[in-house]
């Protein structure tokens, strides 16, 4: 639905600005730090926009409703573009494609720790012979 839809026709999503921020973010697949790198502003700052502590600028306000996908209307009057709604399948698809990732990241880790001990074990020999032949 696009912004220039009577807002009078709509029926507004009661959450508040914060709740509308999270669940936006939250749909788009994006961490508090990633937006805070992308806006340039603090971790703490995202957190206390979320959580209605305060509100973003004007300026900052037009570039998060556009990183997340979202129109400004919906994200101040909770009427415009919202964030798109994952279906189930959806979700099944992407925690299957994280666990699949993250299976081979520990892959990864267990060879690189299996090695980095070969590395000391060799290390540690060459340090022995160094010494015995120092002794010598």
Known sequence: MSDTT???????DLDTIGGRLSRA????????KEIAWRLGVKIATV???ESDRTLPGAQRLNRLA?????SISWVLHGVGTAPMEHGGQQTV???TA???KLKLLHLE???????IEKDIER??????????????
């Open 25 to 32: 973010r939250e749909s788009a697949g994006l961490s508090v």
């Open 93 to 95: 698809k992407n925690v």
């Open 66 to 70: 556009g990183i997340l996908g979202v």
């Open 123 to 136: 290390v540690a020999a060459h340090r022995a012979e160094e010494r015995l032949d120092l002794a010598t």
């Open 109 to 115: 880790t267990g060879q690189l720790i299996g090695q």
């Open 6 to 12: 009577n807002i009078y026709e709509e029926t507004p």
């Open 47 to 49: 957190n206390a926009w």
């Open 98 to 100: 994280q666990l699949e």
